[in-house]
T-cell receptor
Framework: AQSVTQPDIHITVSEGASLELRCNYS??????LFWYVQSPGQGLQLLLK??????LVQGIKGFEAEFKRSQSSFNLRKPSVHWSDAAEYFC????????????????FGAGTRLAVHP | DGGITQSPKYLFRKEGQNVTLSCEQN?????MYWYRQDPGQGLRLIYY???????QKGDIAEGYSVSREKKESFPLTVTSAQKNPTAFYLC??????????FGNGTRLTVT
């Protein structure tokens, strides 16, 4: 079955500390992978995506993620966390769209809520 | 600026009533999606549409209905058959391989 697992429900880090959010997926083929961030009561904003090529991808707000095929993982990292990074983070996986009609059944993990201590 | 508009932001209904959530996009995207978000469960796909006048059920379509009469619009009706309708509903759109672009959501409370 296709699934996305984010093992950490809550993570708390100190401002300035490094961050790694874990994402493991189960998928039948090479997936397209995404990380999104959500502030309370808001929609989701794309942080970064991986389709193919270089397995280390850079995103917005200083985030990066590394695709490891052998571990079925796509972990999100940031070298130094800012208080404004406190939010909920979602990993998602889907099949490449066949045509312009977009994705079908993009699967999301349950999310990791990040708290940042001053 | 292009984007997705979901209205209203907060919606309150009595049990037994149908309610329709609005989603409009001016991004010229072909595909549109409805997700439901509950605490601790992430996002679950309700319905999606890849082209006008066509839509597909997602993982939790029971108790919901949609229409796609125009490319820009994808309204979601939460019917009285939906057992636990209180949730945060997110609409999204996409085109080709571009990632999903989300609206700001509608929080529905049914009492």
């Amino acid at each position: 079955a296709q699934s996305v697992t984010q093992p950490d429900i809550h993570i708390t880090v100190s401002e300035g500390a490094s961050l790694e959010l874990r994402c493991n997926y189960s998928y039948g083929a090479t997936p397209y992978l995404f990380w999104y961030v959500q502030s309370p009561g808001q929609g989701l904003q794309l942080l970064l995506k991986y389709f193919s090529g270089d397995t280390l991808v850079q995103g917005i707000k200083g985030f990066e993620a590394e695709f490891k095929r052998s571990q079925s993982s796509f972990n999100l990292r940031k070298p130094s966390v800012h208080w404004s990074d406190a939010a909920e983070y979602f990993c998602a996986v889907g099949a490449p769209p066949m045509f312009s009609g977009g994705y079908n059944k993009l699967i999301f993990g349950a999310g990791t809520r990040l708290a940042v201590h001053p | 600026d292009g984007g997705i508009t979901q209205s209203p932001k907060y919606l309150f209904r009595k049990e037994g009533q149908n309610v329709t959530l609005s989603c409009e996009q001016n991004l010229n995207h072909d595909a549109m999606y409805w997700y439901r978000q509950d605490p601790g469960q992430g996002l679950r796909l309700i319905y999606y549409s890849q082209i006008v006048n066509d839509f597909q059920k997602g993982d939790i379509a029971e108790g919901y209905s949609v229409s796609r009469e125009k490319k820009e619009s994808f309204p979601l009706t939460v019917t009285s058959a939906q057992k636990n309708p209180t949730a945060f509903y997110l609409c999204a759109s996409s085109i080709g391989q571009k990632p999903l672009h989300f609206g700001n959501g509608t929080r529905l409370t049914v009492t």
